[in-house]
Each structure stands twice: as structure tokens, then as C-alpha cells.
């Protein structure tokens, strides 16, 4: 039914910023729950941000609190991570993930049901 495509990968200098976009194909990208997550080389998946089909209520990992921003805009099907102070130990596939609940607000991998392909980060120092 989705497919997710994420783009804006790259590689940067520790300090500086990306910005993630992830385009959702299908009728229903608006009611859906949208997450991002990534796994380095050799480490299991973790979570970074998630928002509710609204986009007005969001959570973020420990790691990535007062750094990251995750937002969408229903109109283009389409949700963001603006990635600021980059550090080199966020380096890693960035994927998202689409809930069919669309209130759901959650860090765990298994709350998810669609997933893109991912996109590369590399902070250098």
C-alpha cells in the first residue's frame, strides 16, 4: 500500500546541519503515525523522533532532544528531520517508518508498519 522514500543523506562536518525528507506514496499519509530511525555499522535500529498523524505532538530520543526536529506537511505527503549540531556518533542509515495508528506516539520499531529504504548521514569530525 505505502512506500516511503527518504532523501537528503550526506556527508557533513560535526557541527553543522542536515535536513531528512521522507515522500510517502498512497491515499492515506495523513493519518498516519510517522518515526525515524537509524542503526549504524554493527549496532541494532534505534529510535530517534516520532510525531502523531497531526504532526502536533512529537517524542525524541535522549540522544537527539534539543538537536533534532521532526515535523510532516500532509499537503505533500512528506515528514522532515531537521538534524542540527550534528555529532559523528550520528552517523548512520536514517530510515522512516509509517504507523497505520495514526495516534500512536512511539519509540518501539514494532509499532510501525511501513518502512523506506533508508538514507545515508556521515558526520565527520
Known amino acids: 500500500q505505502v512506500q516511503l522514500v527518504e532523501s537528503g543523506g550526506g556527508l557533513v562536518q560535526a557541527g553543522n546541519s542536515l535536513r531528512l525528507s521522507c515522500a510517502a506514496s498512497?491515499?492515506?499519509?495523513?493519518?498516519?503515525?510517522m518515526g525515524w530511525f537509524r542503526q549504524a555499522p554493527g549496532k541494532e535500529r534505534e529510535f530517534v523522533a516520532a510525531l502523531n498523524w497531526i504532526g502536533d505532538n512529537t517524542i525524541y530520543a535522549d540522544s537527539v532532544k534539543g538537536r533534532f526536529t521532526i515535523s510532516r506537511d500532509n499537503a505533500k505527503n512528506t515528514v522532515y528531520l531537521q538534524m542540527n549540531s550534528l555529532k559523528p556518533e550520528d552517523t548512520a542509515v536514517y530510515s522512516c517508518a509509517a504507523s497505520k495508528t495514526g495516534t500512536v506516539l512511539s519509540s518501539l520499531t514494532a509499532r510501525y508498519n511501513y518502512w523506506g529504504q533508508g538514507t545515508q548521514v556521515t558526520v565527520s569530525s
Open positions: 498512497g491515499r492515506y499519509f495523513s493519518s498516519y503515525a
